[in-house]
């Protein structure tokens, strides 16, 4: 039977409503993104801040490593979660809507890719570090973009909350890359904030979903 066009668009806002919740089936992956990144890197940040003000004073080579190894552990635990999807079912053969949700992170993997080559080169080529700074605004003000498209279906208000502070996030940063240690401050709370505090919001779900069974 011809769908109406109310029919249609219920469908639609349905499709696009179980893309954001992940048809009951919240991937681990995005979770622990989150979670795992802005609890990491807002250690690095931190590291940073203490190397400003005095209160880390390690050599070249120790500093590089715990820089390296803060990467290396990132990797390792997305590694553990993608693995995790896997053997519960939630990946490239799952609903639809989950691989619509793959998709957008992968899409968005790209652009970040192509931001990171576009600040690098600008930053090597001029030899002015700040250029490459930039980059940290424009991943907050994605991400900014991203929260509130998923506030606008789950009306969550954290998710909300997230998006807003994220835009804030990326002003700020944008300014402040010739003050260091205030820009290196926005970016620390930012992260804890921002990055793990939904990243925690989300590991919750879904262990209580896997509890239950979903």
């Known amino acids: 039977m011809t769908q109406t066009p109310r029919t249609a668009a219920e469908a639609d806002l349905a499709f696009m409503r179980s893309i954001v919740e992940g048809d009951g089936r919240p991937p681990m992956t995005m979770a622990v993104c989150y979670l795992a990144g802005g609890l ?12 400003i ?3 880390v004073r390690w050599p070249a080579l120790p500093s590089l490593t715990f820089i390296v190894l803060i990467s290396v552990t990132f990797l390792l635990i997305l590694v553990w979660a993608i693995v995790q999807d896997r053997k519960d079912g939630v ?37 002015d570090f700040a250029i490459w700074l930039y ?7 994605l991400q900014a973009a ?35 240690m205030w820009y290196l ?27 239950n069974g979903a």
Request: aromatic share 12%; glycine share 10%.
């Open 91 to 127: 990946g490239n053969h799952g609903p639809a809507a989950a691989r619509t949700l793959k998709a957008a992170f992968s899409a968005t993997g790209m652009a970040n890719a192509a931001v990171i080559i576009i600040f690098g080169v600008g930053a090597a080529r001029d030899n």
């Open 146 to 180: 991203a929260w509130y498209v998923a506030w606008t279906l789950k009306r969550k208000a954290w998710m909300l909350a997230t998006a807003i502070g994220g835009w804030i996030t990326a002003v700020a940063l944008g300014v402040l890359v010739r003050e260091t």
């Open 53 to 55: 003000i005095g209160l």
């Open 185 to 211: 401050a926005v970016c620390t709370v930012a992260l804890f904030v921002l990055f793990a505090g939904p990243g925690w919001i989300m590991m919750r779900d879904v262990l209580r979903s896997r509890r």
């Open 40 to 51: 990491l890197y807002g250690l690095q940040c931190l590291f940073h801040v203490g190397q």
């Open 135 to 141: 980059y940290s605004a424009i991943v907050f003000a």
